[in-house]
């Protein structure tokens, strides 16, 4: 257990995001949810949003069918293996 933490405690602050943050949820999810919420808050364009949402639509698309091709798990990049 303690070795555990040592090894936390090693780890730069973006990897340790990057470690917790990918068990829950993908990037691409993460990267539409900020998006989301910047429109919402007037800090984004309604035309940067639908860019935004328009690339994660698609290369959410591009995953889902190299998954159904392959016939097993895909990878989209962000540590998350479908």
Do not use: P
Not at 40 to 67: A, E, M
Request: aromatic share 10%; no cysteine.
């Amino acid at each position: 257990m303690a070795e555990k933490r040592k090894n936390v405690n090693k780890m730069s602050r973006r990897e340790f995001v990057d470690r917790y943050l990918s068990k829950g949820i993908s990037k691409k999810l993460m990267v539409f949810i900020i998006a989301s919420v910047a429109l919402f808050r007037g800090n984004l364009t309604g035309t940067d949003w639908v860019i935004i949402s328009g690339i994660y639509i698609g290369s959410q698309t591009v995953i889902d069918v190299f998954k159904a091709k392959s016939g097993g798990s895909a990878y989209d990049g962000s540590g998350t293996t479908y």
